[in-house]
């Protein structure tokens, strides 16, 4: 089986358990919605949607929006929210390196720390920019290396067997200059701002415990330690706790971001 696709079943698998932290999320969709600048009557495609707080954000505001998530366990979730709310939505099972979707088919293309994961980000970001318009907005949330979230990738990454070659760290999409490069002479009006996520949590390792059981990679890599070393998955908590420790205050775990918004030329 090729090396990517297997990687990405993986992930399929993993974040079967994210859901959890919707209510985390949630904020933040609000935000990447109203700093692409949304509006009713526009068509947007959200990549890899998740349980669809983009999706739903955006609906409400009546736009004509159309979810796509690689995982099923979170459409199922995205389709309940979307029922919920009293929003239609098509939602579509995909993969952001084979986006099912005509060229200039969107006027806006969004991904809160989604896209991210897909193993190729050339492909991914070619794929985006391929469905959005002429004249079109792409906007995403993303993780810089060097701020907690980025620093926790790549603790857990150093407990986890390595990747496939090509394979690049989701943190990277964190980086001006790399974002930059990804983007390429493809977009114009490139923007970046800064914004916060506030994770409520009892203790650094109240947040671990439910990052164990609900975020992508650390599912695997836990049941995987668990079962083959569990000294060496003690280390990793232990150093998991300290790297909360620098960032908690207040019972609250602090997760800056990075938001990125660009027009296609």
């Known amino acids: 089986m090729d090396p990517f696709e297997t990687f990405k079943a993986a992930q399929k698998q993993g974040w079967a358990h994210f859901t959890p932290f919707e209510a985390i999320t949630t904020p933040c969709a609000a935000k990447l919605v109203k ?3 949304v ?3 526009h068509r947007v495609l959200d990549v890899a949607c998740g349980t669809g707080v983009v999706s739903v954000t955006a609906a409400r ?8 998530d690689l995982t099923p366990e979170l459409l199922e979730r995205a389709r309940e929210n979307a029922r919920i709310a009293g929003v239609e939505i098509d939602w ?12 200039a088919a969107f006027d ?3 991904s809160e720390f989604g896209h991210i994961f897909a193993p190729r980000p050339e492909v991914a970001i070619g794929e985006m920019l391929r469905v959005l318009k002429p004249g079109g907005t792409i906007a995403f949330s993303t993780w810089p290396p060097e701020l907690f979230v980025g620093r926790m990738f790549a603790l857990s990454a150093s407990y986890m067997p390595t990747p496939p ?6 943190p990277l999409w964190g980086d001006p200059n790399i974002v930059r490069q990804r983007l390429g002479a493809a977009v114009k ?3 970046f701002d800064r914004a916060t996520m506030l994770v409520p949590a009892l203790s650094p390792s109240h947040h671990r415990r439910a990052s164990e059981k609900s975020a992508g990679s650390m599912v695997r890599m836990v049941a995987e330690l668990e079962a083959s070393d569990p000294a060496k998955l003690e280390k990793f908590r232990r150093e998991y706790d300290a790297l909360a420790g620098e960032y908690f ?8 971001y990075l938001m990125t918004r660009a027009r296609k030329i």
Do not use: H, I, M
């Not at 579509?92 to 060229?103: I, Y």
């Open 35 to 37: 700093r692409a600048g």
């Open 39 to 41: 509006r009713a009557g």
């Open 61 to 68: 505001l009546g736009a004509r929006v159309t979810g796509l």
């Open 92 to 103: 579509r099972e995909g993969d952001v390196e084979k986006l099912p979707f005509e060229d």
């Open 108 to 110: 806006f293309v969004l």
């Open 165 to 170: 070659p090509g394979v690049a760290p989701p």
């Open 189 to 191: 009006d490139v923007l």
């Open 249 to 256: 205050e207040d019972n609250y775990l602090r997760q800056d």
